[in-house]
């Protein structure tokens, strides 16, 4: 039987989805991977990558072909946030008749 194997990128095995023809399109192997792990599609979106390129699939009727391995990660539906942010915060003051800048940065990183 064709299949594909699919992990989460937070897990170690791979499960798989098994299909009839040579390929699934990636519409069809979201809505197979969703209900088989019983997500909601109103809450999050897959995104799907292959195992072997890192290249990721983005058009919903890109064929994968059979006996594939992709990894998965789920997304909230509203999209991701930046995975970095930088904030920066600068304060002046006046010492000896010169500007002396005082800086404090803070920098918040975010896993994906």
Known sequence: MPCVHYKFSSKLNYDMIIFDGLQISLCDLKKQIMGREKLKAANSDLWIFDAETQEEYTDDDAPIPKNSSVIVRRIPS???????????????????????????????????
């Open 78 to 112: 509203g999209g991701v946030k930046s995975a970095r942010k930088t904030h920066a915060l600068i304060s002046f003051s006046l010492v000896s008749n010169s500007f002396v800048a005082e800086h404090e940065c803070v920098y918040t990183i975010l896993k994906k």
